[in-house]
């Protein structure tokens, strides 16, 4: 079964801090067993977040987790080529809301995209999404702009 | 030229008149004189007067056939004269006012077309006024609404901004940002399939 990146993974910040949480780990790993060898003082495990745990299992897929198969994820996360979209809205959503805009993007544009969240309050309100080659702009700034006519009529008419 | 002719008529007439008085009048004297003189003829008395009285009145009967032959011409000529005197004037006066007539519509020519050229000269003046002022106008608003352009979305941005303050609400807007995302679903996802 092919790998895949779960939910919960869904902006380059998220995928680079579990690459980077995992390749923590595999260092503290080997510089523990070298302190065992030589008969040092153990280092305490380092922390790592619930995306990292829901990525490790994902990639195991049930399997024991292996020193090798986890250079193996962190050699395939970092070799990972996935299409990345930039959302900009009003205000920073939370969890929810990155939730629900993060499943409605996966579900209907590519599954694996990842999305990365920008806050910009001039915004006023709606989204503003912005591919590798277009911006789609769906805010309420762009609707007062485009609509300048009816502007400039109500301003004849006043 | 005619009026010469006539008048030079009129002259020989009054000199052959003149003449005819002056041989009359030498006659007499030679009458006179010849009472006083010895005469080679004898001739009797009552037939010199006889003689004297036919010649009188021959002598006058010639002068009033003269004097009658010189009325009627006189009164011919002047007949004449009168007439082209007339007529000349006519012509002369027909000729002035055709000159004068001729004149002023060369005149009134010239007049219309110098109102013609002032015409068309302010015609001119006035397009080129009006095209200057149009341009002007257009540019004017072009420049206006280019501001206006340039200037919108800081406008809006601003009053966004400073309208909605820190208080967005992004949870009210997410059914909005769901929709518009579905209406617009085909365009973005062409453009991800596309493009990366």
Known sequence: ?158 | MEIIVIVGVALMLLVVVVVQSFQLKALRQFKIESVGKPKPVQVSGPTADELEAKLKVAYEAKIGEATQTFGTDLQATSKRLTEQVSRLTTTVIEEELEAYQKTLEEVRKVATQAIDQIHQAVEHQRVELRQGMEAELASEKKQLVDKFDAKMGDVVASYISESLGSGVDLGAQMQFILTSLEAHKDEIRKDLLNGV
């Open chain 1, 1 to 158: 079964m092919a790998f895949e990146l779960p939910g919960a993974v869904y902006s380059p910040q998220l995928l680079e801090s579990v690459t980077y949480d995992i390749q923590q780990y595999l260092d503290w790993y080997r510089q523990n067993q070298i302190r065992a060898k030589v008969g040092a003082k153990p280092k305490a495990e380092p922390n790592h977040s619930d995306e990292t745990v829901l990525v490790i299992e994902a990639w195991l897929d049930g399997k024991r987790p292996t020193i090798e198969s986890l250079e193996g994820l962190v050699k395939h996360l970092k070799e990972l080529k996935l299409p990345e979209i930039h959302v900009m809205l009003a205000a920073l959503p939370n969890l929810s809301q990155r939730a629900s805009l993060v499943d409605w993007l996966r579900a209907n544009t590519k599954p694996q995209i990842l999305v990365s969240f920008i806050a910009d309050r001039n915004l006023g309100g709606g989204i503003v999404v912005r591919t590798p080659n277009h911006v789609f702009d769906y805010t309420w700034k762009q609707e007062l702009i485009a609509g300048r006519d009816k502007l400039a009529g109500i301003l004849k008419r006043v």
